[in-house]
């Protein structure tokens, strides 16, 4: 069974940075490629950044050269530095596999840019 457990949002104000967090049990990090996901207030659930079983790496242009996401496989842990964040960063973020266990996403976490 998928679980995955997302932390590390808070209110940070623009520019900041965050590390959010994703413990993921049941999942083969060296079989399934791993995604950040987010969703703004009134907005589609979006993939924001990606790492493949391979270890390869992709994100939205929107966030090129400010988010890098990485993983921990003796932890089973998935992880999004955020630096110079804007408020348009402003989401609910959740992780969850490429293309995503649709019935094991988590609670998520929020991350809120405000001044």
């Known amino acids: 069974q998928v679980q995955l457990v997302e932390s590390g949002g808070g209110l940070v104000q623009p520019g900041g940075s965050l590390r959010l967090s994703c413990a993921a049990s049941?999942?083969?990090?060296?079989?399934?490629?791993m995604g950040w996901y987010r969703q703004a207030p009134g907005e589609e659930r979006e993939l924001v950044a990606t790492?493949?079983?391979?270890?390869?790496?992709n994100s939205l242009d929107s966030v090129k050269g400010r988010f890098t996401i990485s993983r921990d496989t003796v932890k089973n842990t998935v992880y999004l530095q955020m630096n110079s964040l804007k408020p348009e960063d402003t989401a609910v973020y959740y992780c969850?596999?490429?293309?995503?266990?649709?019935?094991?996403w988590g609670k998520g976490t929020l991350v809120t840019v405000s001044s």
């Open positions: 790492i493949t079983s391979g270890g390869r790496t």
């Open positions: 049941g999942v083969i990090f060296s079989i399934h490629a």
């Open positions: 969850n596999a490429v293309p995503p266990f649709v019935r094991s």
